[in-house]
Structures are given as structure tokens and as C-alpha cells.
């Protein structure tokens, strides 16, 4: 990168910074004290209060930086609807439909799912509004709506989106120490979440950089993986790794048809 590209770049390690010490010591403060938020209610709020990482990085790091305008900009961006609204259909459907496919290629070959949401579908609506909060506005200001927007000033879309897929993913690492995610492997869970980044790119480059957009479609990737089509009841089968080689093939076309340059037309 130039060299008056630098402020830029110190801008990203500080938020970069920000976000990784402010969650981890939430969430390493809680494996040191062996409490699981899946056990024990008094370890939630802790939990909570970590995720908000990102969103306070993002909102801190611009302010010391740029100043109160440029907090407006950002903060204007998690109510951006201003884009062609076709881009609903891949931000609501994209995962159901991917896992759906899994889950019933999982189905067909044997295994089961327990889909407990069927009984009441309508459950699904206050819990898809609570990860809106949790998932979407207290992370995607900060990696869509801040870090992906320093990183494609220097790089391509694709490029970025591998870059902060990798830096999602280590973010995430303490959840793992906590047992957030049962017996899913750390390589499975990087394959997922840069795959993940690619996608998120693609649906803010289409949607007018809209934070609001990657918020429901954060919202919906968790409402899907966590209740929807819970597929990592699988264990490592053959329908996990049928979804190995969908997602990725499905990513790798909306790279080729959007270009990897700018994911968007």
C-alpha cells in the first residue's frame, strides 16, 4: 500500500486493537472462572457485554480518529435501506436455503434433525430480532461497516474478505475454550467464517454499503446454523461435507460472476 495510506492502516490495527482486547477479556475472564454462558445464567452478561467488541471499537476508534460526523456516517449505515430491494431475497433466503439442502441431503441418507421450531414457527421471530442485536449490530458496524471499508481501500473485495475472514475467525477463538461450540473443529469453523466474509462483502457491496443489510443477513446466517437447520447435529458426515463443497462452489460462482475486484456489478 502508499505511503499516505498509512494513517489508514493504523486506524485498522487500533480499531483492530479495541475490539480484540475488549471482547477477550470478557470471554477469557469467564474461561478463567470456568463459567459457560450455556450453564451458567450469571456468566450472560459477560458474554453479551463481549460480543459488543466490534460496535465499540468501531464507533470509539472512528470518533478519536475522524471525529462526531464521521460516527454519524456509521452509525447511518444500520439504517440504510436505500438499495435495490431484490438484495432482501438472498439476505433472508441464502442460508435457510443452503442449509435446508443439507439438511435434506442429511435426512435422505439417514441421519436426523431436530427441528423443535416446527411446533411453533413463530418462535422464530423474536429470536431472529435478538440476534439482530447480539450478532448484527453488536458486530457488523465494527467488520463490515469499519474494518471492510479500510481493507478495500487497499485491496480487492475478494482479497478483503479473506483477510477479515481470518480476523473474524481468530476473534472468535475464545468461544471455543468456553464450549460454545460443542464439538465443532477450529479448521471447520475457519472454512465457514471466510466463507462467511465473502458472502457478507457481497451483499454490502450490492446494498449500497449498508451495515443494515449485513445485520439481518448476520441475524439470518445465525437464525439458521443455530435453529433453522442445526446441521452440525451431523457430527463430521456426509451431509457436512456435501456442504463443504456447496457453499464453497456457490461462493466461488458469486466471485466469478461479481468479480473478485468489487463483488458487485
Not at 458474554?47 to 464521521?70: L, M, Q, R, W
Not at 414457527?121 to 474494518?147: D, H, K, M, S
Not at 466474509?197 to 437464525?223: D, Q
Request: charged content about 10%; hydrophobic content about 55%.
Amino acid at each position: 500500500m502508499n505511503k499516505h495510506d498509512d494513517p489508514e492502516n493504523r486506524n485498522l490495527l487500533l480499531y483492530l486493537l479495541v475490539a480484540f482486547v475488549w471482547t477477550w477479556v470478557f470471554w477469557l475472564s469467564l474461561f478463567l472462572l470456568s463459567k459457560s454462558p450455556l450453564e451458567d445464567p450469571s456468566a450472560v452478561p459477560f458474554f453479551v457485554i463481549g460480543g459488543f467488541g466490534p460496535f465499540i471499537a468501531a464507533v470509539s476508534v472512528t470518533h478519536f480518529t475522524e471525529g462526531k460526523d464521521a460516527v454519524r456516517r456509521l452509525v447511518k449505515k444500520g439504517i440504510n435501506y436505500r438499495f435495490k430491494k431484490i438484495w432482501f431475497i438472498p439476505i433472508f433466503l441464502f442460508f435457510p436455503a443452503v442449509n435446508g439442502l443439507i439438511s435434506l441431503v442429511g435426512v435422505m441418507t439417514g441421519f436426523t434433525l431436530d427441528l423443535v421450531w416446527l411446533s411453533n414457527p413463530l418462535i422464530l421471530v423474536p429470536t431472529f430480532l435478538l440476534l439482530f442485536v447480539l450478532n448484527g449490530t453488536a458486530e457488523e458496524f465494527g467488520w463490515r461497516g469499519y474494518a471492510l471499508e479500510k481493507l478495500q481501500r487497499g485491496y480487492g473485495a475478494a482479497v478483503s474478505s479473506l483477510i477479515l475472514g481470518f480476523i473474524w475467525w481468530l476473534w472468535h477463538i475464545p468461544l471455543f475454550f468456553l464450549g460454545y461450540y460443542g464439538d465443532l473443529p477450529m479448521w471447520l469453523y475457519l472454512i465457514q467464517i471466510v466463507i462467511w466474509a465473502i458472502l457478507f462483502t457481497w451483499i454490502y457491496n450490492n446494498t449500497n454499503r449498508s451495515v443494515f443489510a449485513t445485520m439481518i443477513f448476520h441475524a439470518m446466517a445465525n437464525l439458521t446454523v443455530g435453529y433453522m437447520f442445526p446441521v452440525s447435529q451431523f457430527g463430521l458426515s456426509l451431509p457436512i461435507f456435501f456442504g463443504l463443497i456447496l457453499t464453497p462452489l456457490l461462493t466461488s460462482l458469486i466471485v466469478v460472476i461479481w468479480g473478485p475486484r468489487r463483488l458487485a456489478r
